[in-house]
């Protein structure tokens, strides 16, 4: 599985297409309070049962606050079976908002 940090995950999304997502597994709450446009939303401790879903994603972008649950997430989806993720594990929205990029609420 591949580890990239927010910057990386920044100056990617440039270029995503429908075929990639980003996996925000902060609570809801946490989302709602501000997300990175086009993310979707599902706890850590949930993911396993969107493997089918996210099977159809050529990349799915796993991502929380600064990079521990989304390890987390990344290391369960990968042992659900998917190939197809890459581990935000350096930064995370923290680092997006510190960064001052943009925040869809």
């Not at 075929?19 to 309070?33: A, Q």
């Not at 990349?59 to 987390?72: D, E, L, Q, S, W």
């Not at 594990?89 to 001052?100: A, E």
Request: proline share 3%; charged share 25%; with cysteine.
């Amino acid at each position: 599985m591949e580890h990239i940090s927010a910057d990386e995950l920044h100056n990617r999304a440039a270029t995503f297409s429908a075929d990639d997502l980003i996996l925000d597994v902060r609570s809801p709450s946490e989302f709602n309070e501000g997300h990175i446009e086009g993310a979707q939303n599902t706890p850590h401790e949930e993911v396993t049962s969107e493997v089918e879903t996210l099977k159809s994603y050529k990349t799915v972008y796993v991502h929380c606050k600064m990079g521990g649950r989304a390890k987390m997430a990344a290391e369960a989806l990968q042992g659900a079976g998917l190939e197809n993720i890459v581990c935000v594990s350096d930064g995370g929205m923290q680092r997006w908002t510190d960064m001052g990029w943009p925040v869809a609420k």
